[in-house]
């Protein structure tokens, strides 16, 4: 299995991004992440997605808990560790789609 630093060094870089905004199907905020230490590669991550997918939808939210790679695991074993990924596992649970709102 490759790691999950291996796997974020093959996406685009997103320093210019500051902050992720994500809104329900309401349009309600479901969440955001801010550019900021310790949330640098889910906002590769996310940003990958939504350049990819244009939203996060249950097929993206499944690509991005691979790209995750042991942190998935990890976040199965003790949830609430990683919000971030809890939010891809309920994206798929519910076959849910979040819209994303990229600040640079």
């Known amino acids: 299995m490759k790691k999950f630093s ?7 870089n997103a320093d210019h991004v500051r902050r992720v905004v994500l809104f329900d199907r309401a349009g309600n905020v479901a969440g955001a992440i801010e550019n900021q230490p310790g949330s640098q590669g889910s906002i590769r991550v996310y940003h990958h997605l939504y350049q990819k997918w244009g939203s996060i939808g249950a097929d993206a939210a499944q690509e991005g808990l691979v790209i995750y790679a ?10 609430g560790k990683h919000p971030n990924i809890d939010r891809l596992f309920g994206i798929v649970a519910r076959n849910d789609e979040l819209t994303v709102e990229v600040d640079s």
């Open 6 to 12: 291996d796997i974020l060094a093959t996406l685009d």
């Open 70 to 79: 042991e942190h998935t695991q990890d976040a199965r074993d003790h949830p």
